[in-house]
Structure formats: structure tokens, C-alpha cells
């Protein structure tokens, strides 16, 4: 087999592994996408929940306060109901009336904490339901990879197979030139030379267009093995004539 002729075997060979892989590629790119919203959406209830429990931190902070100012209070009251004298009474009633107004205030605040809690806890329903709907789909993805991993694994493999017998049919420089091309243009490394007019000697490649030097062509046609590269796209040249002197 000539170095061309071994060359565009790989070529259609590779081209069925790049199209097969590509369908999965899509399947394995959709499901980490989906995959990134999922953690995007915990990171989102996470946080939620984390305000909302330091607002009840808070409100339970008030709340104990204010207890402590409540046992003061009680305590007064003994006095209170203990002493007989109207000066020493009015003092623990002034003080005790005091220590009510900061046990009301502190009290006030722990309501409107908690009142914010519950305005989170709203939050965290729907940062929760948009996180479930997220995994809905993640799944739907996964399920979708999945079946479509299976179906193609086969075949794949064997085309893989087949590549790699197409590819130890060409010489090490030229699969390595192949390799490279097939890279920048997603497997179409070979352009057919395109005859416009073989009397003006007006060649083209046969991808890009692009007009051909004279030289590139006689130097294909002097030798069947010659690799030309298109002096534009860089593609491998090859002409039909060396298929059918196959
Ligand atoms: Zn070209």
C-alpha cells in the first residue's frame, strides 16, 4: 500500500472514531454542566440555611437575655413584697420598672429575628425546590450519558481497533503529520487536489480552495508517495489518480 493510499485508510477510519466519540462527548459535556448547576444550586441553599441559623442564634441570644433580666425582676419582687418602707419601695419598683423596659426591648428585637427567620425559612423552601429540580435533570443527563455510553462503547472500541491497524500502516513522520492536522481540523487531515484547468495548469485543494503552486502538483504527480501539504490549510494533498493507480 502506498504511503497516501495507507494514509486516507486512517483518514476514514478516524473520522468514524471522531464522530462516534463526539456523540458522547456532547452527553459527557451536558451531563457536567448539569452536574455544575447542582453544586451551584447547593451552594445557594447551603448559604440560605446558614443565615437563618444565625438569625435564630441571634433571637435565642435576645431571648436569653431577657430571661436573665426576668429572674432579676422576680427577684426584686420578693424584696419589694418584703420591705415596709416607702422610700426603699419606690426605689426597687424604679428599678424594677427599668429593668421591664430593657427586658421589652430586648424581647422586640428576638421577635423581629425571628420574624426574619421565618422570612429565610421561605428562602430555603425555594433555593430547596430549585436545588431538586436541578438534581431532576442532572439525573436526566446522567441517565442519557449513560444509555448512550452503552450504545456506542461497542462499536467504539472496535473502531478504535480499526485505527490502530490503519495507523501502523503509515510511517511514523507521516502518521505524526497526520495526527497533527487531523487535530486542527477535527479529523479532516486529507484534501483531494481539485483539477480547474489542466491547460492553464489551475489546481486547488479541494477543502479551502485556496489555488495550488504548479510544483505541488507535479511533485504529486511525479510520485504517488509525495506528501504535499495545502500551502493555506495545511491539509495533506492527494489525488484521485493515485487511488485508482491503487
Ligand atoms: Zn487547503
Redesign the pocket.
Known amino acids: 500500500m502506498s504511503v497516501i493510499a495507507a494514509l486516507r485508510n486512517l483518514q476514514r477510519v478516524d473520522s468514524q472514531v471522531r464522530a462516534l466519540s463526539t456523540r458522547l462527548d456532547g452527553a459527557v459535556d451536558a451531563l457536567a454542566a448539569r452536574e455544575r448547576e447542582v453544586t451551584a444550586a447547593n451552594a445557594k441553599l447551603a448559604e440560605a440555611e446558614s443565615i437563618h441559623r444565625q438569625l435564630l442564634a441571634s433571637a435565642k441570644n435576645l431571648e436569653a437575655e431577657s430571661g436573665s433580666f426576668k429572674t432579676r425582676i422576680e427577684a426584686l419582687r420578693v424584696e419589694l413584697n418584703a420591705t415596709s418602707k416607702k422610700a426603699q419601695y419606690d426605689a426597687i419598683l424604679a428599678e424594677m420598672g427599668t429593668l421591664q423596659e430593657k427586658r421589652d426591648e430586648l424581647d422586640s428585637q428576638a421577635l423581629e429575628f425571628m420574624t426574619k427567620a421565618d422570612a429565610q425559612q421561605a428562602r430555603i423552601n425555594d433555593a430547596t425546590t430549585h436545588r431538586d429540580e436541578r438534581v431532576r435533570r442532572r439525573d436526566a443527563a446522567k441517565a442519557e450519558h449513560d444509555q448512550r455510553k452503552a450504545d456506542i462503547a461497542d462499536r467504539l472500541a472496535e473502531l478504535r481497533r480499526e485505527r490502530e491497524e490503519a495507523a501502523v500502516q503509515v510511517p511514523a513522520k507521516e502518521l505524526a503529520l497526520f495526527n497533527a492536522v487531523a487535530d486542527e481540523h477535527q479529523g479532516e487531515a486529507m ?1 483531494e487536489v481539485i483539477e480547474l484547468s489542466a491547460r492553464h495548469r489551475e489546481y ?7 489555488e ?1 503552486p504548479p510544483r505541488s502538483y507535479a511533485a504529486l504527480m511525479g510520485n504517488n508517495d509525495t506528501i504535499t ?7 495533506i ?1 492527494f489525488l484521485d489518480l493515485a487511488a485508482k493507480a491503487e
Do not use: H
Not at 486547488?204 to 485556496?210: A, D, E, I, K, S
Not at 501539504?229 to 491539509?235: E, V
Open positions: 484534501s486547488t485543494c479541494g477543502v479551502c480552495n485556496v495550488l501539504c495545502c500551502p493555506s490549510c495545511r491539509r494533498l
